[in-house]
C-alpha cells in the first residue's frame, strides 16, 4: 500500500538547547531523484542511531537520511536530555515496574548508553554529555514516601545509589527546595540539539556512503519491490525505508487511533552573571528529575543556564500551540522562583513545548509493518534511550543482524487501541489533571 503523509511535523521556535548552538550551515534539500540501498526518515535520536548502525551492519551500502525540519530542530532537540538505565515508567506512580521487567529493561538501557557512548568517542562529542548520573529529588513527605518506595526496588534489582539529604543537595544544587533524593551514577545527561547535530556531522565526516537532506518532508512513499519516497522537489529510489518518526507514524498512517501524543514543555534562563552564579553557589552542572513523575525537571548547565521542565498535554493533532506554551511558561516561571529565590532577576530566554509518544500498554511501536518498510517509534516518553535502542534494534532487524534484544521489542505487541473519542480525550486530559495535582511541590 501507498504510504500518504497526512502532516509533516511542524514545531515552533527552536528549543534553547538548539538556540544556543553556533548557526548551523545552510541544509542540504532534496531536489531531485537518486538511489539508495536505505532511506531513514526522521534526523533524531532513532534516525541517526539507525544511520549509524546500518553503516556498520551494511558498510557498503549507500544511505540516505531524510528530515522535514534541521537536524536538531524537531522532538530529539526539545527533549530535556537524560539517557536513563533505571526503571523510568512515566505511566507509574514511582517510575518502576515489576522486577524482572525492570532487570531487562535496565540491561538494554545500557546497552544504549553504552552505543551513545561509542559516537561521542567516536565523533568527539564530549562537550555534549554529562555523565555524572542523575538526582531523584523529592520536596515533601509524599515524594519522600516515594523516594523510599523506589530505593527499596533499587535494592531488590541490586542496583547501586546513594541516598543525599537536604544539606547534600544544598551542597549540589545551591537551594534548600529539596528534602532528600537519589543519586543513580548510571544516567548521562545530553545537550541534546547539540548531540543530535553533532552525530549528524560525524556520520557525514565519517563515511562517503551516507547522505543526510534536511527541510525536505516526505509526502508520500509509493509501495513496490522499489518504493518511491517522495519530498516536494524530489524523490529516493530504494528496497528499505526505516520509519524513525516516533509518533508521525500516525501520520504515515500507521497504528492508526494506537499512540498516545502528549506535549511536555521547557524553559531556559538566560546566562547568568558571574555574581548570579556565584550567589547560587552550587555545582556547575547537575540535573534532577522529581521523585513524582508529573513534578519538574531541572537541569543546571555548564554554559551558566538553568533548564526547567514540567507540564504535560495531551494534543491529538501532534501540534501544540503558542497559547500553550505562554501558559506553560508562567508554571514554569513560578516553579523557577520557588527554587531559586536568590535569582528573582533572571529571566528565561527561550521557551519550547516537544512532542512525546506512548501507548496504553507502554508497548513500542516497532517492526517490519510492510514488506521492506520498518517502523521504530513510540518511546513512552523516553525519547533519548529508547530512541537510541530503537534505532540499533530496527537496524539490525532490517539487515537481518541476530540480536536476542529484538524479540524484547517484537514480544510486547502493537501498542493498544486508544479509546474511542470523545472519551481518551477526556480521560486523557482528566488523568494529567489529576496528577499534575498529586504532584504537589514537586512541580
Not at 24 to 31: C, G, K, R, S, Y
Not at 308 to 318: A, E, K
Request: hydrophobic letters at 35%.
Amino acid at each position: 500500500m501507498n504510504l500518504k503523509v497526512r502532516k509533516p511535523p511542524n514545531d515552533l521556535a527552536g528549543s534553547g538547547w538548539y538556540e544556543i548552538l553556533p548557526e548551523p550551515p545552510p541544509p542540504e534539500i532534496l531536489d531531485s531523484t537518486i538511489n539508495a540501498d536505505w532511506v531513514v526518515i526522521g534526523g533524531g535520536f532513532t534516525g541517526l542511531t539507525t544511520a549509524r548502525r546500518l553503516l556498520e551492519n551494511c558498510p557498503d551500502d549507500r544511505i540516505v537520511v531524510l528530515d522535514a525540519q534541521r537536524i536538531g530542530w524537531g522532538a530529539a532537540g526539545r527533549n530535556s536530555g537524560f539517557m536513563i538505565d533505571l526503571p523510568h515508567d512515566l505511566q507509574s506512580k514511582d517510575y518502576s515496574g515489576g522486577t524482572t521487567r525492570d532487570r531487562n529493561q535496565i540491561k538494554m538501557n545500557r546497552f544504549a548508553i553504552g552505543y551513545a557512548k561509542s559516537m561521542v568517542n567516536e565523533y568527539g562529542l564530549h562537550s555534549f554529555m554529562d555523565t555524572g548520573g542523575k538526582i531523584n529529588a523529592a520536596t515533601d513527605v509524599q515524594g519522600m514516601n516515594a523516594l523510599r518506595a523506589y530505593s527499596e526496588h533499587l535494592r531488590e534489582l541490586d542496583e547501586s545509589f546513594e541516598e543525599y539529604d537536604a544539606q547534600v543537595l544544598k551542597e549540589i544544587t545551591g537551594i534548600d527546595y529539596y528534602a532528600g533524593g537519589i543519586h543513580t551514577p548510571g544516567c548521562v545527561q545530553v545537550q541534546p540539539a547539540g548531540y543530535i547535530r553533532g552525530i549528524a556531522q560525524g556520520l557525514l565526516q565519517s563515511s562517503k556512503n551516507i547522505k543526510i537532506y534536511e527541510n525536505s518532508p516526505i509526502t508520500e512513499i509509493v509501495s513496490g519491490e522499489t518504493k518511491r519516497i517522495k519530498t516536494p522537489k524530489g524523490e529516493v529510489l530504494s528496497n528499505r525505508v526505516v520509519l524513525a518518526v516516533n509518533g508521525h507514524l500516525e501520520s504515515f498512517g500507521l497504528f492508526s487511533k494506537r499512540l498516545m501524543h502528549v506535549f511536555t514543555y521547557g524553559s531556559m534562563t538566560r546566562q547568568l552573571s558571574v555574581d548570579e552564579l556565584n550567589r547560587l553557589g552550587g555545582r556547575d552542572q547537575w540535573g534532577i528529575t522529581p521523585a513524582h513523575p508529573m513534578g519538574t525537571t531541572v537541569r543546571k548547565v555548564k554554559e551558566g543556564r538553568i533548564v526547567v521542565r514540567n507540564v504535560f498535554t495531551y494534543n491529538g493533532n501532534m501540534e501544540t500551540t503558542k497559547d500553550q506554551v505562554s501558559q506553560t511558561g508562567k508554571r514554569h516561571d513560578k516553579a523557577f522562583r520557588n527554587r531559586f529565590p536568590m535569582l528573582k532577576d533572571v529571566s528565561m530566554e527561550y521557551r519550547w513545548g516537544g512532542h512525546l509518544c506512548l501507548s496504553l500498554n507502554s508497548a513500542p511501536a516497532f517492526g517490519e509493518v510492510e514488506k521492506g518498510v520498518f517502523a521504530s517509534g513510540c518511546q513512552n516518553g523516553l525519547g533519548a534511550v529508547q530512541g537510541t535502542l530503537g534505532g540499533i534494534l530496527i537496524a539490525d532487524l532490517a539487515s537481518g543482524r541476530d540480536n536476542p534484544m529484538i524479540k524484547s521489542l517484537i514480544e510486547p505487541g502493537e501498542p493498544a487501541k486508544l479509546y474511542p473519542e470523545p472519551f481518551m480525550t477526556i480521560g486523557a486530559k482528566m488523568n494529567l489533571w489529576w496528577n499534575h495535582l498529586r504532584a504537589g511541590k514537586d512541580l
